[in-house]
């Protein structure tokens, strides 16, 4: 397994782990709340990732020093276009679902919450597809 792989593995359980922590924040959190209670999750859940992204990256560098530092072969940037291509189109249609959801609702804090959502779909997305193109041989 390259160290791209691993990398994807480490940021695709980051993201499951924080998104799945931000969703049921957000799920406790009443659709009217003031806007200082649905940022203060949103603040802490970027320090969280931010702070567990280093935790998983540092080691990983350190065990595989030689291969962190290399940039990419053709196989793995083609993977990694591939990817990042795909998981727009997972933003798109989640971004597009929650433009709907605010039409039938009108309530702007579940077009935030969507938005929100979205990012962290696609970027979870992001990974995934990497791991997935990475061992599918792209």
Do not use: C
Not at 21 to 34: E, F, K
Not at 50 to 73: C, F, N, T, Y
Not at 104 to 122: D, E
């Amino acid at each position: 397994m390259s160290f791209r792989e691993k990398s994807a593995w480490a940021m695709g359980a980051v993201m499951l782990v924080t998104g799945g922590v931000y969703l049921r924040v957000m799920l406790a959190l009443q659709a009217d709340a003031p806007v200082r209670e649905q940022i203060l999750p949103l603040m802490l859940w970027v320090l969280l990732v931010i702070g567990l992204s280093i935790l998983v990256h540092v080691p990983l560098a350190m065990a595989e020093r030689k291969a962190a530092q290399q940039p990419a072969d053709e196989r793995e940037q083609l993977a990694i276009a591939r990817a990042g291509r795909w998981s727009g189109v997972v933003m798109s249609v989640a971004a597009v679902s929650g433009a709907l959801l605010y039409l039938a609702h009108g309530n702007g804090n579940l077009l935030f919450y969507s938005v929100i959502m979205a990012l962290i779909l696609a970027q979870f997305a992001d990974y995934a597809l990497q791991i997935w193109f990475f061992r599918r041989g792209y």
